[in-house]
């Protein structure tokens, strides 16, 4: 079954551009991946912080975050 | 086929991390990675830097350069 991952973004250039690229490279036999949208879903912002986001486009896969590029920092969400 | 792509690193534990999982996470009918370590292959830094690369780990998929956390600039590696 497909591990879940996360892609944690805010609708910014950054994040639009590496969105679909990236998200679509990765393999869906491995990975269930939810696509979050922080600027529309402000209420899993504290959740994002959890799993250690400090800025988005982020992608959190099996408990570690990877930051790709820089969008926006989290704390510019709120 | 599958397209090429390159993931740059140097070697360093933020590189190694990243390295394994997300390589791993790509779909390998689409990707075809080549894992290129600049430490090691100090030739090819010149083409990382050509395809936009700044700092290490990396990703470069169809032109598009996705800079993963941050191990270390580019220009600690020359």
Do not use: T
């Not at 679909?20 to 990975?31: E, I, Q, T, W």
């Not at 529309?40 to 959190?60: N, T, W, Y």
């Amino acid at each position: 079954m497909a591990e879940k991952a996360a892609f944690y973004h805010a609708g910014c250039s950054v994040c639009v551009d590496a969105e679909p690229r990236f998200v679509g490279a990765l393999d869906k036999n491995l990975y269930d991946v939810e696509v979050v949208h922080l600027g529309e879903s402000k209420g899993r912002i504290d959740e994002a912080e959890r799993a250690g986001v400090k800025s988005v486009p982020a992608l959190v896969i099996a408990g570690a975050v990877y930051h790709i590029n820089h969008g926006a920092d989290l704390s510019a969400l709120r």
